[in-house]
Each structure stands twice: as structure tokens, then as C-alpha cells.
């Protein structure tokens, strides 16, 4: 889409499309941040082309990256790549390893300062895969300390350092919200409940301690992440592809998505822009009830969605993993990105999901 369409498109549909008109309502958010909110889009002097521009006229720089091989950090180690910095990729005992990489044992508290030394960022996406399987309490377990006990090995690293980096971006996850229906969130949303919503709290309490060695500190709190390399989204394809897809329990869930292109414009732009600090939800400004994700996808495929599939199915299946990640519903606004000025590539659900799925895997 031309850079003046996307512009249109995403201020248009913060104005009028009824998620963000009814979010961001006075007794909300307040009129004036509505304001901000859609004068941003066409006035900020911080847009994806201005930093991209400023970034090529700066010295390279060198950026470490934890779970580079995963979805996101593959993206956006080629982004940076692709824009002439260098990226040292942690490798932990047994991984391969190339040039300029950082060894590192998170287990054993075990990391290799001297490679570290002379980074720009830091980018932390290391973690066991949320919906992997279900969550026994040996799983739980894993999970909590593949986020807390990398990330406080991490950050302990940090303040080790001669010279501390210029920021600091950490994973999270919408899921610190909890599930909360209809209610609009925004990075100011209190911690929700629920086994996600602690561990994110955690997880987060982890990452900020690198504030207090005077590092900027960003949390990215991510929505579900599309692409057709990887995520939750090919494995949705199959089905829909054969005809054999449909909603996910009531349809009425709320799914706040991103498409992995933004994700790493996000973070892109985190590095460059200093005002970036603390929580920003990474999420698309326009999120979907689950039977309009539903209807969008099959139209994208041009394929029927007609097999629902009932709650209790799910739960039977997948246990708690259901609950917490199927049908839990997160209608959450980056307001944050809004205010800074970021400009979307993809804003709306169909014209992310034609792009995606015609894109090769």
C-alpha cells in the first residue's frame, strides 16, 4: 500500500472505525489523547521513513539479539542485517554458532561479557514456546524460568558492562492483561489474572531492572504476531485451506493481532526513537472479534469457514492452554505507538492477511 493510502487508512480507522472511537472515549482516555492520537498520524516528525533515513546516515550499530532463530528475531536480524549493523546472536551450549556471536548459558549463569562489550541494544526474545503443548506444572514451570531466570542472567550481564547499551527491548505479551471482555486496554491497564497475566508481570519486573544501571528500558508486549513463517497463523491455514475452519468457541472473543512486518518496524523505530521506554503494546490499531478474524481469513483463502469449533472441544483438548489463549478476549490499543507517530504498514486485518498469504512460507 503507498505511504499516503496507509497513512489514510490508519487515521481513518482510529476516527470512525467504532473500536477506537468507543475506546478512546473521555471518560477513557480523554478527548485530548484522541486528539494527539490523530494529529500524530500526519504530523510526527518520527515516521518510519524519517527513521529508516536517519538510521542509514548514522554509524552502523551493534545490536545482540536473544532467540534470533525464532520468528521474530530471524526478521529482524535480517532487518538490521539488511540495513548495514551488525548482529551478534546469543548461542547457548551445543547451538551454532557464526561470526561475532555471544555465548551464553542462562542455566548455568553463564555469559560472555567480552562479546557483549560495544553493543548499541540490546533485544531480548528468548523463551519456550507458549502454546507448544498443554500446561502441566513441569511446563509452567519451564516456562517461568525460560523467561525470568534468561532474562535476570541477561540483565545481570548488562550491568557488568564497561559501556551499557543505548536500550534495552525486552519480550512480553498482551496476556498481562488478562481476559477482559469488552473492556479497551491500554499500557495503562492494571495486570489482569490468570497464569499468563503473572508471568508476564514477572517477567516484566525482570527486564525493567536494567532501568535502574541507566538503561532504557522497553517492554514489548506483543499481540499475535502474523505470518505465514511462523506463529499461530499457519497452523490456522491448513484447516481453513481444506474448508474445515471456522470460530473458536462464541466468535465474540477479541484478538488484537500485528503483522510481523510492523513488529519489526516497532522495533526498529524502539532503538532509534528515545521516547520509546516502558510498556507499548505491539499490536495493529484495529484488533477483531474472533468471528471476524474468522471471516477475514476464509475471504483472503476463498474458503468457506462453516465448522465452529465448541469451547468445551477446545478445553477437553487443549486445557488451560484454551482458556488462556483461545478464548480469552484482549481488545488492546497501542496507544503509545499512536502517540509516537508510527506508522503502520499493515493497520487493518484483510489487508494484512491478503499480503500474508500469498507471500511465500
Known amino acids: 500500500m503507498p505511504e499516503d493510502s496507509s497513512r489514510m487508512t490508519q487515521a481513518k480507522s482510529l476516527k470512525n472505525s467504532g473500536t477506537a472511537s468507543r475506546a478512546l472515549t473521555p471518560s477513557k482516555l480523554g478527548f485530548r489523547l484522541v486528539e494527539r492520537a490523530l494529529k500524530s498520524e500526519f504530523d510526527s516528525q518520527f515516521s518510519r521513513v524519517e527513521i529508516e533515513e536517519r538510521q542509514r ?116 505479551a498482551i496476556g498481562y492483561y488478562g481476559d477482559c471482555g469488552e473492556q479497551v486496554l491500554t499500557e495503562a491497564s492494571p495486570n489482569g489474572a490468570g497464569f499468563l497475566a503473572k508471568l508476564a508481570r514477572d517477567w516484566e519486573a525482570e527486564s525493567l531492572r536494567a532501568q535502574s544501571f541507566g538503561v532504557r528500558t522497553v517492554l514489548l508486549r506483543f499481540g499475535m504476531i502474523l505470518s505465514a513463517r511462523g506463529g499461530a497463523l499457519p497452523k490456522m491455514l491448513t484447516p481453513f485451506k481444506l474448508g474445515l475452519g471456522g470460530r473458536l468457541g462464541s466468535g465474540q472473543q477479541w484478538m488484537s493481532w500485528i503483522a510481523l512486518e510492523d513488529v519489526v518496524g516497532v522495533i526498529r523505530a524502539a532503538i532509534a526513537d528515545e521516547r520509546f521506554s516502558g510498556a507499548v503494546n505491539v499490536v495493529a490499531p484495529n484488533p477483531v472479534q474472533n468471528a471476524g478474524f474468522t471471516r477475514a481469513l476464509a475471504s483472503a483463502l ?60
Open 57 to 172: 546516515k548514522e554509524s552502523p550499530l551493534k545490536v545482540l539479539i536473544t532467540g534470533a532463530s525464532g520468528l521474530v528475531g530471524t526478521a529482524a536480524t535480517a532487518d538490521f542485517c539488511s540495513h548495514g549493523h551488525t548482529v551478534a546472536r546469543f548461542v547457548r551450549p551445543g547451538g551454532t554458532a557464526d561470526s561475532g556471536y555471544v555465548h551464553w548459558d542462562p542455566m548455568a549463569a553463564v555469559v560472555d561479557l567480552t562479546a557483549m562489550e560495544g553493543a548499541d541494544a540490546v533485544i531480548h526474545l528468548s523463551g519456550a514456546g507458549i502454546a507448544e503443548t498443554r500446561w502441566t506444572q513441569e511446563r509452567k514451570n519451564l516456562l517461568r524460568s525460560s523467561r525470568l531466570g534468561s532474562t535476570r542472567v541477561l540483565v545481570d550481564a548488562v550491568a557488568r558492562l564497561q559501556r551499557k547499551p543505548r536500550a534495552f527491548l525486552a519480550a512480553s
Open 302 to 361: 476463498r474458503r468457506p469457514a462453516l465448522f465452529p469449533a465448541p469451547a468445551f472441544a477446545l478445553r477437553l483438548v487443549l486445557g488451560e492452554v484454551a482458556d488462556e489463549l483461545l478464548l480469552a478476549s484482549q481488545r488492546v490499543q497501542p496507544v503509545k505507538l499512536i502517540e509516537l507517530g508510527f506508522r503502520f504498514r499493515y493497520p487493518d486485518l484483510e489487508h494484512a492477511l491478503r499480503a500474508i498469504v500469498i507471500e511465500p512460507a
